[in-house]
Structure formats: C-alpha cells, structure tokens
C-alpha cells in the first residue's frame, strides 16, 4: 500500500482545509507527509479536489437554485395572472404573497447580521471586487426614493373608503424590507462566509427571488398603467391601482398626488430591485469561497472622478443628457395633449432623429476606445472574480429584450407595404439599436478584463530610479551581513541588465507617455457614453413609449401580441442601459 493511499478520511479532509486556505503555509507539525516534500516521492492526491466538501458545495448550490426556480415560477404565475381581468386572480392574493416573502426574508437578513456580528470566524475572506462603493452608493439613493414611494402608496391606498387592510400592510412592510436590505448589502456584500453555509445558500437565493418577485410585480404594474393610459379600454388591470369604475373614489388632490407620485417613483423601485439581486448573487457566489491574498488585492483603486481628464467627455455628454431631457419632456408633454394627433408625426421624427444621432456617436465612440485598448500594452486579468462574470452576463442578456424589439420593427417596417418618413427613421433607429449596445459591449467587456493600471506605473518608477545607470537602494531594506573576522562583504557589481542607457530610457519615457495619452482617451470614452446611456435609460423609464405611439407595429402585429412583446422586452432594455452606466463607471476607474 502506497503512503498516498494510507491517509485516513479525516487527514484527507484536513489537508483539504490547509491547501484550500487563505496561501498560508502546512503546519510543519501536522500529521501525516507533506505532499510537497520530495522524501515521499508522492504528489498530492487526485481525489481531494472532489472531495466530501466539494461534493456537497455543489449539492447544496443545487438546493438553493432549485427553491429559487419554484419561487420565482410561483411569482410569475401570481403576477402575470394578477394582470388580467379574466383570470380569476386580484391585486390583494399577489399582495399577500409578496408580504408573506418580504416577512421572511427581512428576519432572516436580520439572523445573518446578527449571527455573523456574533461568531468570530464566520467570515473569513471578504471579496474586494464586489458591492464597490458606488454601486452600494446607488443602491442606498434608489432604496431611498423606494422608500419614498412606498409612502405615496400607502397614502393613495388610504384615500379609499373601503380600507384593504393587504394593501396598506404591503407598501409598510416593503418600506422595511428595503431599508434591512439596504444595510444588510451594505455591510455585508463583500462577505465571504464559512458557516451555515446550506442555510445562508438558501436565504440568500430567497433574497434574490424576493427581490425579483418585487421587480416583476412593479414592472407589471407600471407596463399595465402606461397600456391603460393609452387605451383605457384594454383589458388589464393593475395591483393597487382601481379600473376605470373605481377611479371615482380618488377625488381629492392629495390623493392624486400620491397617485402620481408613486407611478413616477416606479423606475427607482425597478432598479432597486435589480441592483440588489445582482448583489445578492454575487454574495451567493462567494459562500464559502476561499481567497488568495495576492488576487484579493489586485484593483484596490483609489475613486477620484475627474482625474486625469480633459473634461471633453463630461462636457459634451451633458450635452447630450440636457439636450435629450428637453426632447423627452417636449415628447410627453405634447404626446399626452389635445394635439396629439396633429403633431404625432413631429414628435415621433424629432425622438427618432435625437436617439439616431446619439446612437451613431455612441457607435463611433466605442468602436475608437475598442481600437484604443488594440494598442494596450496593459495585461488581460484571468483570476477568479464572480462580480464581473456577472456583469458580462447581464451586459449580454439585458441586450437581448432590445434586440428582440428592434428585430420585431424591422420586420414589420420591411413587410408593410407603406413607406413614409417616419418609418425609415424608425428602421435607421431599429438597426443602430442592435448595432450599439454591440459595439459598446465589445468596449465595456475589454475594460473589465484589464489589469489596473497600478503594474504599469510601479514599472515607470523603477525605471526613472535607474536614470542613465544610477540605483537606488533602500537601507532598511538591505541585511548586511559581516563574517566572523568583522570586514563587510565585498560588494557585488549590479547585473549589466540592470543598468539602462540613455537610449532605452528615452525610450521607455515615451511608451510612458503614449500610455497616458491612451488612459486619457478611455477615460473621456467611459464618462461620454456613461452619460449617453444615462438619457436613454431616462427616456423609456420615465413612460417614453415610441412602440406603442408609432402604430405601424401595432397594425402589423395586433394589439395583444406586439403589448406582450413589449411589455416583456422592454424592462430588459430599460436596464441594460442602466446595468451600462454602472459597468461604464466601473471601465473609467478601472482606465
């Protein structure tokens, strides 16, 4: 019997833990031969990288994946069936359920911060990639404004005269829910933790379905508000909002302004909601995750917004953002008035000239910094980071709802037998809306996958220290040892590659500066398009809805399945562009 096979179980699982840990090294007194000491003449065995714990890490990720699925697929079939006027389902049974989850998770939110506060080592490791602070940033100001809707809600709920006990218990409860959640992510999503590991699996994917739960029912309830808005005489209904008969009981002012409060505070709600699933899961990731110090440390960057810059990209996306604020305000204002007939035409050319053209710069723009990072000497980073896999991923997904909207206008613009002004600028519009957000992926996946720039200036330091020959040594950091007859050591000539020549030092000061210029140039790219699709999430959620005020796709599809089309799609497009902002803002700090 080989030495190798003769570990015992419990040695085995405990070489696992040493091996697994934070790079410190064996204990030379542990039981059991070193498997990297070259006496046994025996490498480290095969079997424990699939150990008993490896095992039941991916069994209990299963688990937790599985509740997930069926909770998710419980909320969808209450929410959508909610929506209807046919199903025989109402606002209050969607209420109760999402109160009853909302309950739940909020208490066990509370047990983990708790427990954790509580047990020295539950958290070992903390991920520095994630919950970066102006992520957290945002989630604090959307979970603010949340907060701030769900008091017009229990206001309008209030103004009734039949008092729904669900439906002023819900807003009050989800105010609480977000405001433990805002904390607990805040001070919790870079942990990494190492007990209960099954049970912390589960609550954190109840957290995530949770807050998916919350965001399908507010998308609902805004896409069904903006279709009855249009036509009221569709068959929808919304959850907390009364039809048509009811809308008489809200009479009074105050009540119309809660009303109209808490639909305009419905995009903050959305991506709030977004923002925290996606933390959430990256927390879910990291359970029981063990960290190399040397990869845990890589992009510590300083956030000093501006610096470096020569405020082009700020100045001129402003621009934009001022310039299609005024559009989408004239948009609505004038979309929503008498006239809307008479200047539907207008007001449709100048939205679709407005997005054409920032789309095309936009284009342009990420095609420049794409062809910038070409010239990058900067190395590609290939360690283990679950926040930006995640990026990447919704970055992908969240473009395919606007990809799918824009394939379904071609089709019916290029299929309608008229053809008009209005509908070559709906398919220039249509085309550059699968054409950008590409290009921009492209730019945004690039940035996040180099190295900080830090490598490169301990590089640049190094070598002005060694300007035209000369070296300089810290002291402190030198040992200088003297034999036993008491005369110091002779000192030994530096290598010749050490030494640089003028030449080469002119020549390394150069490449310095052409890498600075490039750094200088990605920045301006990232806050240019970071504000460009800041306008472009601004417009459709806000109620911007060209699909629906354009009525050559709904002529050619019919009103319930382009409604669904939409409805479906254009939440995923609402939040690429928001996902963009965040992912942008990460790509600028990150040049």
Not at 41 to 60: A, D, N, T, V
Not at 473 to 486: D, K, Q, T, Y
Not at 507 to 530: C, D, G, P, T, Y
Request: charged share 15%; net charge positive.
């Amino acid at each position: 019997m080989t030495e190798g096979s003769s570990w015992t179980d419990s040695e085995i699982i405990h070489r696992e833990d040493s091996i697994m840990g934070s790079g410190h090294k064996d204990n030379k007194g542990s039981s059991g031969p070193d498997p990297r000491s070259s006496i046994g003449h025996h490498k480290f065995p095969l079997s424990l990288s699939h150990g008993p714990k490896e095992i039941w890490k991916k069994g209990g990720r299963v688990f937790s994946v599985l509740l997930a699925i069926n909770l998710v697929l419980l909320a969808c079939t209450l929410v959508s069936g909610g929506a209807f006027q046919e199903v025989k389902l109402h606002d209050y049974d969607v209420f109760f359920m999402l109160t009853i989850v909302m309950v739940i998770t909020t208490a066990w939110m509370l047990f983990y911060i708790f427990h954790t506060s509580k047990r020295r080592n539950a958290i070992l490791y903390k991920d520095s990639h994630a919950g970066p602070i102006w992520l957290r940033g945002g989630l604090v100001l959307f979970g603010v404004l949340t907060v701030l809707m769900d008091v017009f809600k229990t206001g309008y709920y209030s103004s009734f005269a039949p008092l729904t006990a669900i439906k002023i218990i819900y807003p009050v409860v989800q105010a609480v829910f977000v405001i433990v959640q805002t904390y607990f992510l805040w001070v919790s999503a870079k942990d990494c933790v190492h007990v209960h590991l099954d049970v912390t699996r589960c609550g954190l994917m109840l957290t995530l379905t949770t807050n998916l739960a919350v965001w399908m029912s507010a998308v609902t309830d805004e896409s069904v508000h903006k279709a009855q808005s249009k036509h009221p005489n569709t068959t929808h209904r919304t959850h907390g909002m009364r039809v048509s008969s009811d809308t008489g009981h809200c009479d009074s002012s105050l009540c119309h302004v809660f009303k109209e409060g808490y639909f305009l505070l419905y995009p903050f709600n959305i991506e709030y909601s977004l923002f925290a699933s996606a933390m959430v899961y990256v927390m879910w990731k990291n359970v029981g995750r063990l960290i190399e110090e040397h990869t845990n440390h890589i992009h510590k960057l300083k956030f000093k917004f501006f610096r470096g810059t020569y405020f082009l990209g700020i100045i001129v996306g402003l621009l934009v953002l001022m310039t299609g604020t005024a559009v989408f305000i004239v948009y609505e204002v004038k979309m929503n008035s008498p006239e809307k007939e008479k200047l539907k035409n207008d007001l449709l050319g100048m939205y679709y000239i407005f997005n054409i053209a920032c789309l095309s710069v936009m284009s342009l723009i990420a095609i420049g910094g794409s062809i910038v990072y070409r010239f990058d000497k900067r190395d590609m980073d290939h360690h283990k980071n679950p926040t930006r896999t995640l990026d990447v991923a919704l970055l992908m997904g969240a473009a395919l709802g606007q990809y799918a909207i824009s394939y379904y206008s071609i089709v019916a613009i290029v299929a309608s037998p008229e053809r008009d002004a209005i509908s070559a600028l709906n398919l220039s519009y249509s085309l550059l809306m699968i054409a950008q957000p590409t290009f921009q992926n492209i730019f945004i996946i690039e940035g996040l996958h180099r190295q900080p720039p830090e490598e490169e200036d301990k590089i640049g330091s190094q070598r002005k220290d060694s300007l035209y020959g000369l070296s300089y040594v810290n002291v402190n950091a030198v040992s200088l040892h003297l034999p036993e007859s008491g005369s110091a050591l002779p000192p030994s000539p530096p290598p010749a590659s050490a030494i640089q020549t003028p030449s080469e030092v002119t020549h390394s000061i150069k490449v310095s500066k052409k890498a600075h210029w490039r750094r200088k140039f990605l920045k301006e790219i990232s806050l240019f398009l970071l504000l460009c699709n800041a306008v472009l999430w601004i417009m459709p959620a806000f109620g911007a809805r060209p699909q629906f005020d354009n009525d050559k796709e709904l002529i050619f599809y019919g009103n319930p399945m382009w409604a669904a089309i939409v409805d479906i799609c254009l939440p995923f497009g609402i939040f690429y562009r928001m996902h963009a902002v965040a992912s942008l803002l990460e790509v600028y700090i990150m040049s």
